[in-house]
């Protein structure tokens, strides 16, 4: 008998202490941007379209720490990073340490599509940008007074270690989607962490590390403190565990259950297995994450 395949969309928008006043714009947030990409899905339109323009969504919010909201550097820069894989072919596009343009996943999708490459960064990545007709922004379009406040604070604050800033924000994005044809694809995008130096480079445009998608085995997005991500390549323990027919909630509590064993890393993950199934898991204080599939009237955002 074949399986009957119905589109599913699940998304973050970072796990980290998200303050009692920040819960609504989070929840608001991620109800947009599910709309944006179940209105995709729901025409007919692929896995890779849908999680493009759901995670543009996110990042043109500047709610979340990725595209318009993203945190800043010590030196008061704002650089990007970015990945999205297309489950049915493998294929991956990603950018590191882009510098003011606002919508990283964007240019992930092109390098995927328009290069021999998979990992672009720094001024040959802008570059690339700019060749494939996407414009730099002045850094003022990227900076929110809220982001300036909260580095002003970090840098006269000495003890600060980024494991610990789960009162400081770390809105990464991501999405997985899984198609009316049975296609998974996935995409991350980040600002990074809080007070990073210039050049810093998380788990987000890693593929294995924050974002992974195989047609017959799933696909996942992680969040968190990306050190930790990248030491025990999150997103590819949770593959691994769907890999071996562990459904997606059971294998996305196993890699969180990893990711604190090994290396006391916090953060979530959310995945979506070969049958469609969701898996979503934090050992955060919060975590911004909804879900739609077909048959709900509404889409499903959560916080704690």
């Known amino acids: 008998m074949q399986k009957i395949v119905t589109p599913v969309l699940v998304i973050h928008g970072g796990a980290w202490d998200i303050p009692d006043g920040e819960v609504q714009a989070h929840l608001d947030g991620l109800r947009k941007a599910l709309d944006v990409g179940w209105g995709l899905l729901s025409r007919g339109k692929s896995a890779l379209d849908a999680i493009e323009e759901t995670v ?3 990042e043109d919010d500047p709610t979340f720490d990725a595209g318009r909201g993203s945190v800043l550097n010590t030196d008061g820069s704002v650089e990007m990073d970015a990945s999205i894989m297309d489950g049915r072919t493998m294929d991956a596009g990603a950018v590191a340490a882009l510098r003011n343009f606002p919508n990283p996943v964007r240019i992930a999708r092109r390098v995927l599509e328009n290069t021999e490459h998979i990992l672009l960064a720094g001024p040959g990545c802008e570059a690339f940008a700019r060749q494939q007709g996407f414009h730099q922004v002045p850094v003022e379009e990227l900076l929110t007074p809220r ?3 909260r ?7 000495g003890a600060f270690k980024t494991p610990h800033a789960f009162g400081q924000k770390r809105g990464t994005v991501g999405a997985v989607a899984f198609d009316g044809n049975g296609h998974i694809a996935a995409a991350t995008s980040t600002g990074g962490t809080p007070k990073k130096i210039p050049g810093r480079v998380g788990d987000s ?3 294995g590390c924050g974002t992974y998608a195989e047609n017959g085995v799933g696909g996942v997005s992680c969040t968190g403190w990306g050190e930790s991500i990248i030491q025990v390549m999150l997103a590819r323990e949770v593959a691994e565990q769907m890999r071996s027919h ?3 909630q059971q294998a996305a509590e196993s890699g969180i259950r990893v990711l604190h064993r090994r ?8 995945c979506i297995d070969a049958m469609g199934k969701i898996g979503i898991s934090f ?3 919060r975590m911004a994450r909804g879900y739609i599939r077909e048959g709900m009237k509404e889409s499903f955002t959560a916080m704690d």
């Open 56 to 58: 543009a969504a996110m």
């Open 147 to 149: 982001e300036l406040k």
């Open 151 to 157: 580095l002003e604070s970090l840098i006269r604050d």
């Open 205 to 207: 445009p890693l593929i």
């Open 246 to 248: 562990t459904d997606a």
């Open 263 to 270: 290396v006391r890393g916090l953060g979530g993950v959310i």
């Open 283 to 285: 050992n955060t204080p």
